[in-house]
């Protein structure tokens, strides 16, 4: 408690002149870039605009991405392992966007390839699918090991576990330089426990507090009471991520011999955690052989946990996938206080002992076709009220088809089941009409605004917030349950 006493009376207000927000862009000009609008004052680098270029003529495929990372070359010779006859023997050659088979010249997806050439369904392609590579004696290395060497680069998403992400170039300030609501800097206030600052305009206050001020995240989410962190007496919801007093909630943590510990403030989260958890990885086939799946990083958390084990080379991999395509469709986007890339821990659900940019809830939805990767959205849950969606694009060579109204469509269908009432997303001024006509989205309710004054969602600097009920709720969900 000395340090709160001490942060305060040192720094009870945060001044902020420069008035900048705690995102910075590669371009002032930057603008989201939706399905079906093409933003022409993007501006990017003649370096950048290279690699855009080739970008846009590649598909977003496992295979590309293997390629890329010069893994393995383009135009190998692929092999099928699991035949037992000579007459199951099956070869092709690798392609960015699948396998030429050499005995039909038809390109095949990985699993098609797989079952075309007498595999079975259930079995995993990626390990009975490989190249005569590497050992040069005539073995094959299956393309489940390629995969893995990938994603030991770096910058994929095995090298971005949960850790404490160090401020830079600010000295022992470890307060934001932007309030965690509106993005934008000025007068703050910071909270006692944590590093979050605030406008009090955003806080719909009038004036500054007298008494020190607690979060949303610091103090109970029942009782309203501060919690003292990392102290037994209290927990962090697995969904909201809102802490709580073990004795002011009615549920009980949730033991796995196989996984750490789950805790729920309330009933109606653990539910959506459940259902949201079950979708992970689980394709749903959608009409013109389009599917779509949500993905989500699971660590080791999961340990042993079987099912999501088998899953988890294939959902990696794609998530690497995932933020190449992000990548291609917006300017960078940094983090001014820490530097953090954040498409990248967004899309690889980083989390951080800094609230602000602990993305570990987020998952990422993707619309497919065949193995190629079409449309990407990130999602975070904040319980029943609420579902933010900060970033949504679709790969260039598809635009202007819908593929983004899929997507969405996907998602919310999924929102809807697990009894989620709204979607919120930032949209840059320019594109508020298009999300307004085209995707049915409104500016923020009252309403909606005094539940984010309470929530972490991410926010960019000039950038709008809209909202939009989920078709159908409640009516399809009981909430009597
Ligand atoms: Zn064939
Ligand atoms: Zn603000
Ligand atoms: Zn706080
Ligand atoms: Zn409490
Ligand atoms: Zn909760």
Same mark, same amino acid.
Request: aromatic residues 4%; hydrophobic residues 15%.
């Given at each position: 408690m000395e340090k709160c006493y001490k942060g305060r009376a040192l720094k009870p207000m945060k001044q902020n002149p420069s008035k900048k927000g705690s995102i910075e862009r590669g371009s002032t000009n930057r603008k989201r870039r939706l399905d079906g609008q093409r933003s022409s004052s993007t501006r990017r680098s003649k370096r950048h605009e290279n690699r855009n270029t080739k970008e846009k003529q590649n598909s977003a495929t496992i295979l590309s991405w293997l390629i890329d990372s010069q893994i393995v070359p383009e135009s190998a010779t692929i092999y099928?392992?699991?035949?037992?006859?000579q007459a199951g023997f099956k070869k092709g050659t690798l392609e960015r966007n699948g396998i030429l088979c050499t005995c039909c010249h038809c390109i095949f997806t990985i699993r098609d390839f797989h079952v075309h050439a007498g595999g079975k369904v259930c079995d995993d392609p990626y390990e009975a699918i490989g190249i005569?590579? @590497?050992?040069?004696?005539?073995s094959i290395t299956p393309l489940s090991q390629f995969m893995e060497t990938a994603l030991?680069?770096?910058?994929?998403?095995?090298?971005?576990? @949960?850790k404490h992400i160090p401020t830079k170039g600010f000295g022992d300030d470890v307060y934001d330089d932007a309030c965690i609501l509106c993005a934008d800097g000025g007068n703050l206030i910071c909270c006692e426990e944590c590093s979050s600052t605030f406008h009090v305009k955003c806080l719909g206050m009038k004036v500054v507090p007298d008494e020190p001020y607690y979060c949303a995240y610091c103090a109970?989410? @029942?009782?309203g009471m501060p919690v003292i962190k990392r102290d037994s007496s209290s927990l962090s919801c697995s969904l909201c991520e809102k802490q709580y007093h073990v004795k002011c909630s009615n549920e009980s943590l949730t033991i796995d011999v196989n996984r750490f510990p789950r805790a729920f403030c309330d009933k109606s989260c653990r539910k959506v955690h459940e259902k949201l958890e079950s979708k992970i990885g689980m394709k749903r086939e959608l009409q013109d052989g389009l599917s779509w799946t949500l993905l989500h990083r699971f660590d080791k958390e999961y340990g042993s946990y079987e099912v999501m084990a088998s899953k988890r080379l294939e959902c990696y991999s794609k998530l690497a996938v995932s933020f190449r395509l992000l990548t291609a469709c917006f300017e960078p986007i940094k983090d001014r206080h820490t530097r953090i890339n954040m498409i990248r821990n967004v899309v690889y659900n980083c989390g951080s002992h800094y609230q602000r940019i602990n993305f570990s809830s987020f998952f990422t939805g993707i619309l497919e076709k065949g193995d190629e990767i079409i449309a990407v959205a990130t999602i975070r849950i904040h319980g029943t009220n609420l579902a933010e969606i900060p970033f949504i694009a679709t790969a260039e060579r598809h635009r202007n088809k819908g593929m983004c109204g899929k997507l969405l469509n996907g998602i919310e269908h999924d929102l809807r089941d697990f009894g989620v009432s709204t979607m919120v997303i930032p949209s840059s001024s320019e594109t508020i009409r298009v999300w307004n006509e085209k995707y049915g989205f409104q500016l923020l309710s009252e309403r909606t605004k005094k539940q984010i004054m309470k929530l972490n969602t991410l926010m960019f600097h000039d950038c709008i917030r809209m909202q939009k009920t989920v078709t159908g709720y409640p009516n399809s969900f009981d909430r009597s349950l």
């Open positions: 099928y392992t699991g035949a037992t006859t005569d590579r @590497i050992r040069g004696d005539g030991r680069n770096r910058n994929e998403p095995e090298h971005h576990g @949960i109970c989410k @029942i009782c």
